[in-house]
């Protein structure tokens, strides 16, 4: 991780989330630096980054491909994303593009939502859960019987 503090070096992150030893001194003329598009920070230039002709995604602000600078800073708009269209990397492919964001419909699929399982969900053509099928009583929680693919409220064993 990079400390605001101390961008001399990127530090290993302790168990309370806070920086830790040092992972990797930074040289003379470089600084912790979380890149746009990539979650590892590295030892990177200062100063006198340059444009290049790698693009990324920005995940804050998917409206646009950005351009990439040598210091690994967005450096400029490639190509702005159409209204319907966000900055997407498809797969097995290396340089993302301004993609149609998919349309997703409701199906007759259920499903049991681990986070809350409070309701029987339907399930949309994304594979995402969308709208409540049914919602369960008191004492009840969503469960999938085995031998059976559609899920309903049960009664919940007590714990």
Known sequence: MCDENDLSA???VNSCGQPGEIFEACAAG???L???GNSTPHCKAVGNCTRTLEKVCIETDLSAVYYLNSCGEPDGVFEACSAGEACLLAPGNS???CK???TCTQTLDKVCVETDLSAVYYLNSCGEPDGVF?????GEACELTPG???PHCKA???G
């Open 134 to 138: 049914e919602a369960c009583a008191a």
């Open 10 to 12: 990127v530090f290993y």
């Open 148 to 150: 059976n693919s559609t």
């Open 30 to 32: 470089t600084e912790c």
């Open 100 to 102: 149609a964001l998919p």
């Open 34 to 36: 979380l890149a746009a």
């Open 95 to 97: 340089t993302p593009h």
């Open 156 to 158: 919940s064993c007590p």
